[in-house]
């Protein structure tokens, strides 16, 4: 049973629009919600994460909104690349050190 | 990939032989973790450890165990190897720094059960 529900699973955009990617769970317990990238033959690496207690984070082109009550999050980038094209998941965890439970991805392609 | 490495990274192996999967960190991190990632599935969580000899199931832990005899090597057995387990196995540790649970991805491990 998948906690954390992503969409879409695949996405195009064109050089400098911007890329969103949406994210829902169920389990109030998750106080913990990371977006990895990942590139194919590569591991997932951290891009951003947010505790609920905040409704919005960002890193420079990249932002993460929270919506606790809507038990929603979401991933904008901005001013999207070409060199952005990547898989994104989105994942949630309860108290610290248990496992990530991962969206099932959101393949991002960038045209020139 | 911050300090882990997986061995192998390529396998292909048959049906009902045992494979042991072997990630290594030089982080210190507490925490280690085998996710296996299938298209469709996104990653899943096989078992995790929280110390040395602490390690619990995860969602998918049929057909898997694992050991953890230091706090640098967290080993994956698959004790007889069907095709249903052929995917890409990715090792994770975390270190709960402030709190917060970042989880840093080896580079993988593809294997091929035939």
């Known amino acids: 049973q998948q906690q954390v529900k992503q969409s879409p699973q695949s996405l195009i955009v064109q050089k400098g629009g911007i890329s969103i990617i949406n994210c829902a769970y169920e389990n109030t317990a998750f106080d913990y919600f990371p977006w990895y990238q990942q590139f194919p033959g590569k591991g997932p690496a951290l891009l951003i994460a947010?505790?609920?207690?905040?409704s919005e984070k960002k890193e420079g082109r990249f932002t993460i909104s929270f919506n606790k009550s809507a038990k929603q999050f979401s991933l904008h980038i901005m001013d999207s690349q070409p060199g952005d094209s990547a898989t994104y998941f989105c994942?949630?965890?309860?108290?610290?050190?248990?496992?990530?439970?991962f969206g099932k991805g959101t393949s991002l392609l960038v045209t020139p | 990939d911050a300090g882990i490495t997986q061995s192998p990274r390529h396998k292909v192996t048959e049906t009902g032989t045992p494979v042991t999967l072997r990630c290594h960190q030089t982080?210190?991190?507490?925490?280690m973790y085998w996710y296996r990632q299938d298209p469709g599935h996104g990653l899943r969580l096989i078992h995790y450890?929280?110390?040395?000899?602490?390690?619990d199931k995860g969602e998918v832990s049929d057909g898997y165990s694992v050991s953890r005899s230091k706090t640098e090597d967290f080993l994956l057995t698959l004790e007889s190897a069907t095709s249903s387990q052929t995917s890409v196995y990715f090792c994770a540790i975390s270190q709960l720094a402030g709190g917060n649970n970042e989880q840093f991805f080896g580079p993988g491990t593809r294997l091929t059960v035939l």
């Open positions: 994942a949630a965890s309860t108290r610290p050190g248990y496992a990530l439970n």
């Open positions: 947010i505790r609920p207690d905040v």
């Open positions: 982080e210190n991190h507490r925490y």
């Open positions: 450890s929280y110390g040395v000899k602490d390690t």
